[in-house]
Each structure stands twice: as C-alpha cells, then as structure tokens.
C-alpha cells in the first residue's frame, strides 16, 4: 500500500503555529462567555457570527456558495463533527471544569486521529515514529497538567468525559474533512459552509432550549469574548483549518492540539500576567519532541548525519 507524503514545510509549520494560537485562545474566550450564557447559545453564536462574517467575505470577493446537494450534505457532516458536537460538549464541560484542564483533555485528539486515520484512510496508517510520536506529546501534556487532574472532584468526571468526547469528534471530522479536497472546495467555501450549516441547526436549538433572552443582558466583557470567539478562532481559525487540512493530512494537522494548552500558558503570561512554571515549559519541550517525532524528518537527518559519519569514518581508516 502507498503512503502519500505527509510530511509538513516551513509554511505549514508557521500556519499550524498560528492556528494554536487561535484555538488556544478559544478555551480562554469560552472561559469568559460561559460565566453568563449557556454553552449552546456560546456555540451558536459562536457558528452564527463567524458565518456572517464568511459569507460577507465571500460577496466582497464576488464569489457565491455552491448549490450541490451532495457538498451541503458534506457541509452539515463537518458541521456535526467539527462543531455542533465538540463545541457544544467543550462548552458544557469548561462550565465545570478549567480552561486549562479542558485544553489538555483535547490534547489527546492526536491520538483518537491516529487511530481513526488508520481505519479509516488508505495513505495514512501506523508508523512507528506516529505512535512514538503522539507518546512523546501526549507525556508533555500529562506532564504539564501535573497534580492538577487527580485533584479534581469526581463531580468534574462527566465534564472531563464531555470533552474528551469532543477530541473524538474532532479526530472524525479531520478525517472526514479530506473529502472537501477531491470534491475542489476551496478552504474559504468548506469554512464557510461547515460553519453556515451548523448555524443553521444550533441557532433555533439554542433559542428553543436556553432561551438567552429570559436572562439577564451579558455585559460588554462577555460580548467581547463571543465576538472574539467567533471572529478569531473560528472563523480565521477554520481558514487555516481547511488549508492545512489539503496540504498536511489529517493526522499531521490535528497536531495543533498538542499545541493548545502551551499557546493558553503562553496568552496567560504575556496577556494575563500569569507566571509560567518549568513544568510547563518541559512539558512544551516534550510536545515538540512528539511533532518532529510525528513529522519524521529530524530522525531522518539525524540518520544521514550518522550514515554520513560512519562513511567518512570508514574512508579515512581505508586509507
């Protein structure tokens, strides 16, 4: 069997960075928004503004949205898996439990995806360096939560299953997401339209279930954090998502969330003033052993360094 591949250049790199960024700072905006709304109507939204905000984009540069059956029926599926369900079950959950601890327990994505690709997918199976890999980073993250996890109170339990339900569904839809692809959906048309079909389903489903407007009006402060939410990490995210997602292959891509809780220490320290302690940043050393472990071309420099030694080593001692 052929394996594409997979691994990943400078400018992949540089955008899975900068998508960590924008998703580390989702956990941070939610954080803020779940104090006074409930999680379905932070996720509608959520999926409601960004929408606005990419279908605007997409009649500033005279372009229009596809009208297949089929493409909007593939809409609605990455809709379900990329958002309605992660979303929704990550919102519910940072209303029990930390931010922190909810960007850890997405961390383990990478390792739902290995094994999802490999069902799932002909050009993307097991390798060593992926396992040893996704080891390697899922032990930075564990190393960075330290004590925090075994001091939870067992009421936090369903909070903490919600969200690493959340890492399932994410690790289904970066699957599912390469058909967009094959079918030449541009990743601001597959963005665009995943967001605009969740839209459709979570925004009467918030209204009917949470009735935010029998609430009090949330104040400027949470208004900020949902428009950044929106805006920010979803729909610039979801840009970049899309992006990556054609160039990189799932598994590579959904790497990002092993960066996710150093991006939320590193928004805590320099936006917050919040101290970063050498466990987190060993833990960070850790997770970028893991992706160059992943992406595989370190391990293989160092072996034509080594074969490289060894011929010239052999040269000098034949002659």
């Known amino acids: 069997m052929k394996t594409i591949d997979r691994t ?9 960075l900068t998508l960590s960024m924008l998703w580390g700072g989702s956990f941070f905006f939610v954080g803020v928004a779940v104090e006074e709304l409930g999680p379905l109507t932070i996720v ?3 999926v409601g503004l960004a929408a606005l905000a990419l279908n605007a984009l997409i ?19 990455m809709g379900l898996l990329n958002n309605m369900i992660p ?13 922190g601890l909810a960007s850890i327990l997405n961390a383990t994505t990478p390792f739902f995806t290995i094994v999802v690709a490999h069902f799932l997918t002909r050009d993307e199976p097991f390798t060593p360096g992926r396992l040893a890999g996704v080891a390697i980073g899922f032990i930075g993250v564990a190393y960075m939560l330290g004590t925090e996890v075994h001091e939870g109170a067992p009421s936090h339990s369903w909070a903490q299953l919600a969200v690493l339900a959340g890492a399932l569904s994410y690790a289904f839809a970066g699957v599912f997401g390469r058909r967009f692809r094959a079918l030449g959906c ?9 967001v605009t079909a969740s839209a459709l389903v979570l925004m009467p489903l918030a209204l009917a279930v949470e009735r935010f407007w029998q609430q009090p009006w949330p104040g400027l402060e949470t208004w900020s954090a949902v428009f950044g939410l929106a805006l920010f990490s979803t729909a610039l995210a979801y840009l970049l998502y899309f992006r990556l997602l054609a160039t990189a ?33 060993t833990g960070m050393g850790l997770i970028g052993i893991g992706l160059a472990a992943i992406d595989g071309r370190p391990s293989m420099r160092l072996r034509k360094m080594a074969f490289a030694c060894w011929k010239a080593r052999r040269n000098r001692v034949s002659h």
């Open 87 to 99: 979303f929704s079950l990550i919102a519910w959950g940072q209303g029990h439990i930390a931010s």
């Open 8 to 16: 990943m250049g400078p400018m992949e790199w540089a955008l899975l």
């Open 249 to 281: 292959g799932a598994t590579n891509l959904l790497l990002v969330t092993f960066l996710i809780p150093a991006s939320a220490i590193l928004l805590g320290t320099f936006v917050l003033g919040e101290r970063l302690e050498w466990r987190h940043l």
């Open 59 to 77: 009649l500033l540069l005279g372009q229009r949205m596809p009208r297949d059956r089929g493409l909007w029926a593939a809409f609605f599926g």
């Open 44 to 46: 509608a939204l959520r």
């Open 186 to 194: 541009s990743p601001l048309i597959a963005a665009c339209g995943q």
